[in-house]
C-alpha cells in the first residue's frame, strides 16, 4: 500500500481565516469566543460562541448559498486555500472530494410563516417546490457541491453526517482511497455552523453548553475543575492528500504524512459517552495499529476535549487507558480553548492542528487550564506552548450517538 502526504490545508475559523492566522492563535492561545452576534440572543441562557468574524471573499453563486447558510462559504473557501496551498488547480476524475457536516441550516421564518398564515401543509409543499423558491433548509452537500462545481469534476464526491467525528472520517476515508489506489488525490475535511437560533437552542435543551456567559472568551475550559460545558464554534477545514512518492516527485511541499486512522461506533446514547469510553479508546488504537506504532511513539496528542463535564474525564480516562505506560509523558493540547466547537468541521480544524504542530515544532496550549479537574489527569499543555521534537500525534474526535474517530499524523521528513 502507498504512503500518503498531506498537500494542502486550508481553514475559516473564529481565531482566524488562512492556516498562518488559524496557527498563530492557537500557539498564542489566543480566544476567538465571544457574545454571539449572529441572531438576538438576549432570551438564550446560552450567549456565547465562537463566530467567524472575518467573512471569506466569496464567488457570487457561493455568496448566494452562504447568506443562507454561512457554513457553505465557509467549506468553500477552506477548500479553495488547501487546493491552492497543494497547488492543485483543477479536480479531475482520478480525485475524489469527501466533506463532513452535521445538520441543515432551516428558514425559520419561512416554516413559522407556513404554520401561522397557510390552510395546510399542502400548500407549504406546493409553495416550496415552485420554481425559484427560496427552500426551508439547505442541503447538506450544497458545500461538495458548489466545490466541484468551482474546482472541477472528480471521480466521486461524498457528504457524511456523522455528528463530531464528520470530517474526521471524511479523512480517514480519503486516507484510506489514496494509500489502496483507489484514488490519486483526496479534498477531505469538514464545514459547521449552529451559530443559530435552532442550532443554539437545541445545544442548550441538550445540556452540554455553558452558561457561564461572564467568563467571555475564557468560557471553554477542557479538563479544568471550573469547566461548565463547551462553547459552540463554527468554520471549515480542508487537506488534500496525495502519495507521498508522487508527490515528492513532482516536488510538491509536503506538510505531513497520515499513517494510520481508526473508527468505531459505541451505540451507547444519542447523546451521552459510554463511560467506559471504550469506543474512544478502541478508535485510538486501531489507528495506532493501523500505523503500526506503538502508543510510546507518539509525541503528542489533541484531544477532544470539549469541556463538559462527562466527556473529558472519560477521554481521559480512555488516554490513560490506551497510554498506559507512558500517558505522563504524552502531552495533550485541548484547540476547542480557544476555537469553540466547530461540531462536524472540528476533526479537521484539529487534524491542521497537528499538522502545523508537526511543521513549527510548537504544541498549543490550553490557556484556561488552571486546575486539573479530577478524573481529567494527564500531561496537559496549560496557559503557554510547549516545545515539540516528536515525530507522531494522535488527533481524536468523538461525536454524538457513539462516533469516535482517531488520525495519527507523522512528520514528513519521517522517512
Given at each position: ?9 486550508g481553514v475559516?475559523s473564529?481565531?482566524?481565516t488562512g492556516?498562518?492566522r488559524?496557527?498563530d ?18 432570551t ?5 460562541a465562537g ?17 443562507e ?14 487546493l491552492?496551498c ?7 476524475p ?6 463532513g ?15 401561522a ?9 406546493r ?27 472528480p471521480?466521486?464526491?461524498l ?7 464528520a470530517?474526521?472520517?471524511a479523512?480517514?476515508?480519503g486516507?484510506?482511497?489514496?494509500r489502496?489506489?483507489a484514488?490519486e488525490l483526496a ?12 442550532g443554539?437552542?437545541?445545544f442548550?435543551?441538550?445540556g452540554?453548553?455553558?452558561?457561564d456567559?461572564d467568563r ?11 469547566r ?33 486512522y481508526?473508527?468505531?461506533?459505541d451505540?451507547?446514547s444519542l ?5 467506559e ?12 495499529e493501523?500505523?503500526?506504532?506503538r ?13 463538559t463535564?462527562l466527556?473529558?474525564?472519560v ?8 497510554f ?5 509523558r504524552?502531552?495533550?493540547s ?8 466547530l ?20 504544541l ?8 486539573i ?10 496557559k ?18 457513539g ?12 522517512g
Amino acid at each position: 500500500m502507498r504512503r500518503v502526504a498531506v498537500t494542502g490545508f486550508g481553514v475559516v475559523s473564529a481565531v482566524g481565516t488562512g492556516r498562518e492566522r488559524f496557527w498563530d492563535a492557537l500557539a498564542a492561545g489566543r480566544s476567538g469566543i465571544g457574545r454571539i452576534t449572529r441572531f438576538d440572543c438576549s432570551t438564550f441562557a446560552v450567549q456565547l460562541a465562537g463566530e467567524v468574524r472575518e467573512s471569506p471573499d466569496l464567488p457570487a453563486a457561493v455568496a448566494r448559498l452562504a447568506a443562507e447558510d454561512p457554513k457553505v462559504g465557509f467549506g468553500w473557501a477552506a477548500c479553495r486555500e488547501a487546493l491552492a496551498c497543494a497547488g492543485v488547480s483543477r479536480l479531475g476524475p482520478e480525485a475524489l472530494v469527501h466533506l463532513g457536516t452535521s445538520l441543515e441550516a432551516f428558514d425559520l421564518e419561512k416554516v413559522a410563516g407556513a404554520g401561522a398564515g397557510e390552510p395546510d401543509l399542502a400548500q407549504v409543499a406546493r409553495r416550496y417546490l415552485e420554481r425559484g423558491s427560496r427552500p426551508f433548509q439547505i442541503p447538506l452537500d450544497a458545500a461538495t457541491q458548489l466545490v466541484c462545481e468551482s474546482f472541477g469534476r472528480p471521480g466521486r464526491a461524498l457528504t457524511n453526517c456523522s455528528a463530531c467525528a464528520a470530517s474526521a472520517q471524511a479523512i480517514g476515508h480519503g486516507f484510506r482511497a489514496v494509500r489502496s489506489g483507489a484514488c490519486e488525490l483526496a479534498l477531505c475535511g469538514g464545514f459547521d455552523s449552529m451559530i443559530n437560533p435552532l442550532g443554539v437552542g437545541g445545544f442548550q435543551l441538550l445540556g452540554p453548553l455553558t452558561f457561564d456567559n461572564d467568563r467571555g472568551a475564557s468560557a471553554c475550559r477542557p479538563f479544568d475543575a471550573s469547566r461548565s460545558g463547551t462553547v459552540l464554534g463554527e468554520g471549515a477545514a480542508a487537506l488534500v492528500l496525495e502519495p507521498l512518492e508522487k508527490a515528492r516527485s513532482e516536488g510538491r511541499a509536503v506538510l505531513a504524512e497520515v499513517a494510520g486512522y481508526g473508527s468505531t461506533l459505541d451505540a451507547y446514547s444519542l447523546s451521552a459517552p459510554d463511560p467506559e469510553g471504550d469506543g474512544a479508546a478502541r478508535a485510538m488504537l486501531a489507528a495506532l495499529e493501523d500505523a503500526r506504532i506503538r502508543p510510546e511513539a507518539v509525541g503528542h496528542l489533541n484531544a477532544h476535549g470539549t469541556g463538559t463535564r462527562l466527556n473529558d474525564e472519560v477521554e481521559a480516562a480512555a488516554i490513560r487507558r490506551v497510554f498506559a505506560g507512558c500517558w505522563q509523558r504524552v502531552p495533550v493540547s485541548a484547540t476547542k480553548s480557544v476555537t469553540g466547537h466547530l461540531i462536524g468541521a472540528a476533526g479537521a480544524a484539529e487534524a491542521g492542528a497537528c499538522l502545523l504542530a508537526l511543521g513549527r515544532g510548537v504544541l498549543p496550549p490550553n490557556p484556561w487550564l488552571e486546575k486539573i479537574a479530577p478524573g481529567c489527569e494527564l500531561n496537559h499543555v496549560a496557559k503557554t506552548p510547549g516545545r515539540f521534537e516528536g515525530g507522531c500525534v494522535l488527533s481524536n474526535s468523538f461525536g454524538f450517538g457513539g462516533q469516535n474517530a482517531a488520525l495519527v499524523f507523522r512528520r514528513a521528513d519521517g522517512g
